[in-house]
């Protein structure tokens, strides 16, 4: 038997088994729009990337830390003692910036090409479940290294689930494992961030893909005004996935050069008889609603400025959360144009509260 | 080239062409292993690191053992020689010897029994001489290996034989 009759009746032996043909029959029919804002596309595959880059990196870390009252000293030792464990580190946290950019840049386009639409509810729903799920992770990943920045930035952050009145402290208190962020905190948020944010994470994301093998890729309100004929698309096999795979080339590449170039930093060791560094501020997907806080905390001293600057925000989540169930129409009439408002608010108080955050950093 | 075989016949290939498409696919190949190997590297290097550390660890030569000399007739002391676990010796009639205590045939720690006068290994029953490390029964291959001992009023100082 040549070597190619045994690989096709291998190949017919696993077919029979698994379905593959069937796969491949659906890969071949598989189209993706083509049009002048078709370069949008491709940020949701970026974010899968950087998290598969995150999922790497993260067991690649996972080989030397040590979670409670070694944190320190271990994550010292993969950045100063370990050969490249700086440069892991440094991969490790810009992707998970990185990532949580492309999130956010693939949330907004979704947004502004209403792919939120009928049939595509839980897409968005889901979509917004995996950035919620993501800002978690940084939180939580935020915390391991208990250095100075990460203590403090750590113990502000508890305050925000500790001003919610009567059950706040308890949940503070449970999150923190004590009264004090401590090494109980390390290991707690440890255990949420390889374990309970994975567990949470990967069904999640694998839920979010399948709708979008199910629906496939939502065409703008302006491209479904054309009649058929006028449409353009193109085979997702082989051209659109070699075009996303040359953007996921382009993504390492940059992430490598950023990790290298700019290799993360690890503070002094935490201590809670020292005084916060002076310039300490939120990452910058926490500096927008960290700033409208702030403002509303101006306008609304005390207690009833940060339990009003919640509500507030919290309406406001909601409000972008439930597009699909209010802005539902085909058609891009007045209520259309009213989302796409929404969305351009959103985009700019976003984009001037954290410019805001950045320049009153003292 | 294989290339050329997917061609129909009727498309003629210029020898300038097949050369420019061949020397393509070399570059395109080369780089892509050149670039996969720039990532491979650091993160080989990165698991390896701990094995590097015992590495610099075993070209120990000499351990000086403190206060060893203490050690009373008839009892053992278990110590590392580099990376790996070592025993020291003082037998009743006063000699000293020094072995890895490394069993040599599946690598388990192996122990002194001073009421049997032997090396025995808990895994697979091998047995020892406590004097030349020689392997006496059980599954064993090869002896148990014999440092140089120096006895002094501070201390034992055990080396590679």
């Known amino acids: ?362 | 080239m294989s290339e050329n075989n997917n061609l129909p016949a009727n498309i003629v290939v210029e020898p300038g062409e097949t050369l420019t498409r061949r020397f393509f696919m070399t570059a395109a190949g080369a780089a892509g292993l050149l670039y996969t190997a720039a990532l491979a590297y650091p993160i080989y290097r990165y698991l390896a690191s701990p094995e590097e550390m015992a590495m610099n660890a075993t070209a120990v030569t000499e351990v000086t053992l403190k206060d060893a000399q203490k050690l009373a007739p008839g009892s053992v002391l278990m110590f590392k020689f580099g990376t790996a676990p070592a025993m020291l010796i003082h037998h009743e009639d006063g000699r000293w010897i020094s072995l890895t205590a490394v069993c040599t045939h599946l690598g388990c720690t192996v122990q002194y029994e001073p009421q049997a006068d032997r090396i025995h290994c808990a895994c697979h029953g091998g047995v020892y001489d406590p004097y030349t490390g020689a392997n006496v029964s059980g599954p064993p291959p090869r002896p148990l290996k014999l440092f140089k001992v120096a006895v002094s009023d501070a201390g034992v100082q055990v080396s590679r034989a």
């Open chain 1, 1 to 362: 038997m040549t070597s190619k009759h045994l690989s096709e009746s291998l190949y017919g032996w696993v077919d029979e088994r698994l379905g593959l043909s069937e796969l491949a029959a659906f890969a071949r029919h598989k189209k993706v729009p083509v049009h002048s804002q078709s370069f949008w596309y491709y940020w949701g595959g970026i974010s899968l990337f950087l998290f598969l880059v995150q999922c790497f990196t993260g067991v690649l870390l996972l080989v030397y830390f040590r979670p409670g009252a070694e944190a320190y000293e271990s994550v010292r030792q993969i950045t100063f003692v370990m050969h490249f464990g700086w440069l892991i580190r440094s991969a490790h946290a810009w992707a998970a910036n990185l990532m949580i950019f492309a999130i956010m840049v693939h949330m907004f386009s979704v947004f502004f090409m209403k792919a939120y639409r009928k049939p595509r509810e839980f897409g968005w729903l889901s979509g917004m479940a995996l950035l919620g799920v993501a800002t978690v992770f940084g939180f939580s990943g935020y915390l391991m290294p208990m250095d100075e920045l990460s203590y403090f930035a750590t113990k502000v952050g508890l305050e925000i689930p500790a001003s919610i009145p009567i059950v706040g402290t308890a949940i503070a208190n449970m999150l923190r494992g004590g009264p004090e962020v401590s090494e109980f905190t390390v290991q707690r948020f440890f255990a949420l961030h390889v374990v309970v944010l994975p567990a949470l994470f990967l069904p999640l994301l694998g839920f979010h893909l399948w709708l979008v093998q199910r629906h496939g890729n939502a065409a703008p309100p302006s491209e479904e005004a054309k009649p058929a004929s006028e449409r353009k698309s193109e085979p997702f096999m082989p051209n659109f996935l070699r075009k996303d795979l040359a953007m996921w080339l382009i993504s390492l590449n940059i992430l490598a050069l950023l990790a290298s170039v700019f290799p993360w930093s690890l503070g002094k060791q935490f201590d809670p008889l020292s005084p916060a560094p002076v310039g300490i501020h939120p990452e910058w997907y926490f500096m927008s609603p960290f700033e409208m806080l702030k403002m509303i905390g101006v306008v609304l001293p005390g207690v009833w400025g940060e339990i009003g600057g919640i509500l507030i925000f919290s309406a406001g989540i909601l409000l972008w959360l439930l597009i699909p169930f209010y802005d539902n129409s085909s058609e891009s009439g007045r209520r259309g144009r009213r989302a796409h408002y929404f969305g351009l608010f959103a985009v700019i108080s976003l984009l001037a509260t954290t410019v805001i955050g950045y320049w009153t950093i003292r």
